[in-house]
């Protein structure tokens, strides 16, 4: 297979709920998704000179953002990464600013410069309402990329801000995962959606990961040992030592949840990180981010109250099982979606063989049917 395809064009599937029509995050109605995709250089050269391998991802959530605030939570599983901002989400339950996600050294600029860009869209922050502390999360694509360099720009951020839209999400080697790895394999940003039924309806519930982490005999696809069964394949090949990698996972729904069901959903997607084999090494973070669009939170309300819907616990099982599936499928799409890549200090990642996937994942569906 020369073309590279999610797990689904491939023929298998995740879990047992459906999935939102583009099976993204964007299926969340008003949630948006925008990449700057940074590749120059290439060869050894000259430390803060590239290669350049790295990027910038932005989850944007309905606006206005600032002044209608959504229900937000987290879950840090292991904490060896960054998101920055990740304390106030915590601390308020809320989320004001889009999501964004970039290399591990250059999450500072990224945040001076979504600070710039949120003043301008909202010239009151700082004077008439409080500052604000834009939510970055990082992983390290020093494998593949020139980290030191710090290559994102100002305008970088701006443009993935600013090109956000719904629908169909770039995967693999774009935005805040181009210089990213997965068990030894070439990754970067994946994504999936699921539609949960509820009594009225359904809900619909999206992750989209940043995805970096591991090794490649802990690589499991939907129960099959993958990465085992591939490994005396690539036995030869260079693997990076000192970076233990990262995930950032980012999980949107339009269930009306309290920002404490919200963790509780965030805690479920490391289950999802969990089952595709990461063991949360020590020098790698798993960190998930969670928001829902159903209930907006003004900043200013006259008598200063506002009402909130909200699902009741037992009814959020079907959301907990459905973040499991979702993050799963979303990492395996990054890896799926992903190319072959050289980088810095002339590093090679290679693209998991779609053909050799669809051989073993085949042959373990066949082994355990009925």
């Excluded at 700057?36 to 206005?64: D, F, H, N, Q, Y």
């Excluded at 798993?286 to 200013?300: D, H, L, M, W, Y």
């Excluded at 979303?330 to 693209?351: K, V, W, Y």
């Amino acid at each position: 297979m020369s073309e590279r395809q999610r797990l689904r064009q491939l023929g298998f599937s995740i879990g047992r709920f459906p999935t939102g029509t583009q099976n993204a995050i964007t299926d969340v109605a008003g949630v948006r998704v925008g990449h700057t995709t940074l590749i120059s250089g290439e060869g050894k050269l000259e430390i803060g000179k590239g290669p350049v391998r790295t990027g910038v991802t932005a989850i944007v959530p309905p606006a206005p953002i600032f002044t209608d605030r959504v229900v937000a939570g987290a879950f840090v599983l292991n904490g060896a990464g960054e998101v920055s901002g990740l304390t106030q989400v915590v601390e308020w339950g809320l989320l004001e600013t889009p999501v964004l996600l970039t290399s591990t050294m250059s999450v500072g600029k990224v945040s001076d410069a979504t600070v710039k860009w949120m003043t301008r869209q909202f010239p009151g922050i700082g004077t008439d309402y409080d500052v604000i502390i834009p939510l970055v999360g990082e992983c390290d694509d020093s494998w593949l990329n020139d980290s030191v360099g710090r290559h994102v720009r100002s305008e970088h951020v701006y443009r993935a801000i600013e090109q956000a839209s719904g629908g169909p999400v770039a995967e693999g080697a774009v935005g805040a995962g181009t210089g990213l790895v997965t068990c030894d394999f070439k990754a970067g940003i994946g994504t999936s959606s699921r539609r949960v039924p509820a009594e009225v309806g359904h809900y619909t519930l999206g992750v989209l990961v940043q995805s970096n982490f591991g090794v490649m005999r802990s690589l499991v696809v939907n129960g099959a040992p993958v990465g085992e069964i591939l490994a005396p394949e690539f036995s030869s090949a260079e693997k990076r030592v000192h970076n233990a990698g990262s995930i950032i996972c980012v999980v949107a729904t339009d269930a009306p949840l309290l920002s404490s069901q919200i963790t509780r959903l965030c805690k479920r997607a490391a289950l999802g990180i969990g089952r595709v084999g990461s063991f949360a090494a020590h020098g790698s973070g798993e960190i998930i981010v969670g928001f829902s669009t159903a209930n907006k939170v003004p900043r200013e309300t006259h008598g200063m109250t506002t009402r909130l819907e909200v699902l009741l616990d037992p009814a959020c099982d079907g959301l907990y099982e459905a973040v499991v599936e979702c993050t799963e499928e979303a990492i395996t799409n990054a890896l799926c979606m992903a190319e072959d890549m050289r980088g810095q200090s002339d590093h090679f990642a290679p693209a998991l063989p779609l053909d050799r996937l669809a051989t073993i994942l085949d042959r373990h569906r066949k082994a355990h049917a009925g």
